[in-house]
């Protein structure tokens, strides 16, 4: 999708924006126990440390990664678009859940010795919120916003 080097940016702080903050109110909901308007609120605090984490994560390292394990499963050209999509969607939360789940641990869970549990749990629990949440709703609806932002991509 995005064709120059300022696409690839807007394209990584749209989808940032989108996947982390949606992320950040499901794991304060965890915690609280269940969701309260409060919650929304309280995810903009997170924000502000975990976006730039995983902006940098994506833009500088696990998005060009994620391209080339997942063109280990499918051809651009040759699959279907869709499936090129998802592949690279699911290869990226792969790569970036365990990534976010381990600064989150490192910096709110206050784990102490038991920081290697505390992160397997908080990664168990991210990962199927993060995949279903990429390839149903994030992915598309940024992806959308996208197209509409820059009509030739």
Known sequence: MPKTKFQEVVFTIMMVFVMVYAMII?????NKGGM???VFLLAFHELVIMGP???ILD???FGFLSKKIAFGFVTPGKDAQIMIVLAISAVTVCLMCPSMSL?????????GKDIIAVWVETTALNFP???CWQIFFAGPLVRKIFRMMFKEA
């Open 129 to 131: 919120m993060a995949l």
């Open 53 to 55: 984490i995983a902006f």
């Open 59 to 61: 833009f500088f390292l």
């Open 36 to 38: 309260t308007n409060e």
């Open 26 to 30: 499901y794991n304060i909901a965890l």
């Open 103 to 111: 600064a989150a641990t490192l910096l709110f869970k206050h784990a």
